[in-house]
């Protein structure tokens, strides 16, 4: 289990715990924490689960895979600490993150 | 008017099957899709990806899927209606008159929406200001080349697209290429023609910026890009194009009378149907307790709307289930006996 924390646009604050072994969106689709879309399911084909993770943790997270930066030059207003977060998988280590959700997905 | 038995919305790999279910019990179909090209999210999100999950297909790409699901539906005579979108759909005494945007009409007693996600559109700029330009100095795709000859255009993206574009265009226009990193994800042989022209002066290249703003009366006059230490540039541009790919987007499929659970259509599991009799929804976008997300899915459920089909559209004819191995009658509309 890991506590995430997602932080909508509108700068509500959602805590969550999130149990091993599910990824980042998972976490946020299955407790309905709006603004994360994830059309394609996961599959690292549509960057509508686009979230920017709060700089102290980005450098923690597991380093991108192929095709993720790809898919973030189309994602809506990426920025330097721009991830998927279909890609994230929560595991104790990420106990404490805290992600932040852009105001739109496309 | 065009008279159908069945209507399919979506020729994704769970259209496609549906379709070979309808034509296999003698009923006949069309095919509306508003990409320009069969496949759907198979064919536009992950042609090379191989896929491991489909039965009996140990490995497959999106690609080759869509290749084999054509190649089953060889024996049929199937229309398709490709770059159409569906906008409305309305019940006429017993038919449902289904429009779409480039004023094709069809009348059907079934409609069975296979729609992934929704409808392929562009992904466009954030800037809000961009929607004022669009169409007239603001493009997702170029439908013609001439008018920016002469002219100042910026392009946007590191895909095949921009790439493909910056370099063409480069040829009569003055070319501003931008994209948020340094690395293109185009063909390399593609990164390595625009990496020359850049250095030529044919295409000035501005990587890690992104577009803030626009401005302009009426037309595009300059672009403010920032990069990622927030320096902001302002560059001239009579034309900006952005090619961030395609988004999914439910559209239209919203306003049918049909019960949503976000952006899916709520279905029974005997039929497929929705809440209006004589439309179903199968495969990514329909959903009931315990829906998997899978293309094998799509298809049980295909097969199931297929036969559900039959008695809106056959009324005074029973439908008799038969296997292909050995049905006559099958194996006459698969071409295989005479």
Redesign the interface.
Known sequence: MAKITYITSDAKVHEIEVQNGLTVMEGAIQNNIPGIDADCGGGMACATCHVYVQDDWYDKLSAKEDGEEDMLDMAFEPKKNSRLSCQLIVSDELDGLVVNIPSKQS | MIKTDALIIGAGPTGLFTAHQIKLIGLDCEIVDNLDKVGG?CIE??PD?PIYDIPAVPECTGEELTKNLIDQLKPFDIKFHLSERVEEVKKDNVNWIVKTNNGKIFSTPNVIIAGG?GSFEP??F?AKECEKFENKSVFYSVKDKKIFEGKTVAIF???DSALDWAVELSKNSKVNLI???E?F?GAQATVNKMHALAKEGKINLFTKY?MTSVHGNGQLESIDIKN?NDEVKNIKADYALGF??L???LGPIANWGLNLDK?TIEVDTEKFETNQKGIYAVG?ICTYPGKL?LILSGFHEGALAARACFKLARPNEKYRFEFTTTSSNLLKRLGKKE
Request: net charge positive.
């Open positions: 999210q999100l992950y990806k996600v992904r466009k954030s993206g590191g895909g994209h948020r990193r690395e994800r992104q990622d961030f790919g988004i999914m987007q952006k990514d997300k």
